[in-house]
């Protein structure tokens, strides 16, 4: 279609006394692009006035500023339309254009502008538009763009634009991997042929169809520059922007075993606050939290002192539990053991002995297994002591017994 469009047009412009005008097109080539501001406000940055959505823009404040799209090829602009808020309109503004972002040609020049939506033609050809506006309607208020739409004339081929989307810039891989790389490819006048893939100056491969996509396999380590080159049906090409990536030589985890692996360089595990989960049948069953917590079944830590946390029952064969004291001083001779009878009285009163938690407590707070052990240790102690007063007791009672049997 474009070859039979452009022979039309050259045939018929050799006709004499015959002149054609330049058609502006309706494709907004600032959508999407790359763009430079003097300044912006927080949460509205210059991305948002070539985001094709008139409910984002850029603001900024002061009367001196500017918006810069780069086109990242260069076009013959044909017509400009801004979309400014009520209250943040420009009143004085110019529109420019440059070829290398730099040195700069005015295209229009806009004074006491009062309409919301501001559409003009103008005539240029660069890479580069400027919007540069010194002066606002409203003083009181930031300079408020909602969209800015560019457009171009169409009386020549329009060349692809193309763009990786994977991998991303400075992304990082390991020697073997496989990496995939992505494209995105338009052309504004006609349709793509295909998108070819390099690094540096090899061919790694082409796609002829979108999704366009490549599997560059078992890559070694090293530093690479990737680019993807799109052609149309004119066999126009574009190159995009390169990304560059790092393949290390360092070892990585293996499901097979590891060796030469060095701590602290090869580690399953994150690198940021984020918890590090384990899944099996695709559910998760255990976490490890930034702070070195490890949860079985469970997420939080139950005491900001745990470091396990099991949500279920624990089997074991042995547990082994470090104790910094143990009970054995109930058995040092200024031990003073309670009386039966100060026991007998405790336990009417609380209903539980001395020392030993209530069952409120047990509820309330979970049990120190190794407090425990020695709270029950003391008391078997005690019980001891107990047991052997009154067998000295009772073989006192034995031997008079005896005596007045004899006499």
């Known amino acids: 279609m474009k070859k039979a469009f452009f022979f039309l047009v050259l045939m018929m412009s050799a006709i004499p006394g015959i002149t054609y005008s330049q058609t502006c097109g309706t494709t907004n080539i ?25 409910g984002t823009g850029w603001y900024v404040s002061g009367d001196t ?7 990242q090829q260069s076009y013959s602009v044909c017509k400009i339309k801004i979309y400014w808020t009520t ?26 502008n009062s309409a919301n939506t501001d559409s003009f033609n103008v005539t240029g050809s660069g890479r580069y538009v400027r919007i540069y506006t010194t002066a606002r ?33 400075n992304a990082t891989s390991f020697s073997g991997s496989n990496i995939t ?10 349709s793509i042929t295909k998108v ?10 082409e796609a002829f169809y979108p999704p366009y996509s490549l599997v560059w396999p078992n890559v070694q380590a090293g530093t690479y520059s990737l680019t993807a080159k799109a052609y149309d049906n004119s066999n126009a090409d574009s190159t995009s922007t390169p990304v560059n990536i790092t393949v290390n030589n360092t070892n990585r985890w293996s ?20 918890r590090l989960v384990f899944k099996t049948d695709g559910t998760e069953k255990m976490t490890i939290l930034p702070d070195g917590f490890v949860g079985i079944g469970t997420t939080s830590a139950p005491d900001p002192i745990a470091k396990l946390g099991v949500n279920g029952a624990i089997f074991a064969t042995k547990l082994k539990i470090t104790q910094n004291g143990w009970a054995d001083y109930v058995f040092s ?18 209903s539980h002995l001395p020392g030993v938690p209530s069952a409120s407590e047990v509820i309330s707070k979970p049990v120190d297994v190794g407090d425990m052990q020695e709270i029950l240790l003391k008391k078997i102690e005690e019980l001891t002591l107990y047991i052997i007063d009154q067998q000295k007791q009772i073989e006192e009672l034995k031997r008079q017994l005896e005596q007045k049997q004899r006499k």
């Open 30 to 54: 600032a959508q999407g692009k790359p763009v430079d501001v003097s300044g912006q406000q927080q949460y509205y940055p210059g991305s948002q006035a070539v985001d094709g959505n008139l």
């Open 65 to 71: 500023s500017y918006i810069q799209v780069d086109l």
């Open 87 to 112: 209250n943040g309109k420009g009143k004085n503004y110019k529109a420019q254009i440059s070829t290398d972002g730099m040195n700069w040609t005015d295209m229009f020049t806009r004074t006491n």
């Open 137 to 169: 309607v409203n003083t009181w208020s930031s300079l408020e763009m909602l969209e800015l739409r560019i457009y171009n004339s169409l009386s020549g081929n329009i060349k692809p634009s193309v763009s990786l989307s994977a991998p991303a810039n």
């Open 181 to 190: 790389l992505t494209a995105s490819a338009n052309d504004p006048d006609g």
């Open 196 to 205: 070819e893939f390099y690094q540096g100056t090899e061919k790694l491969g």
């Open 255 to 274: 499901l097979t075993g590891n060796t030469g692996t060095t701590p602290g360089l090869n580690f399953l595990g994150t690198t940021d606050s984020t």
């Open 333 to 350: 001779k200024d031990y003073k053991l309670p009386s039966l009878k100060e026991v007998e009285a405790y336990i009417k009163k609380h």
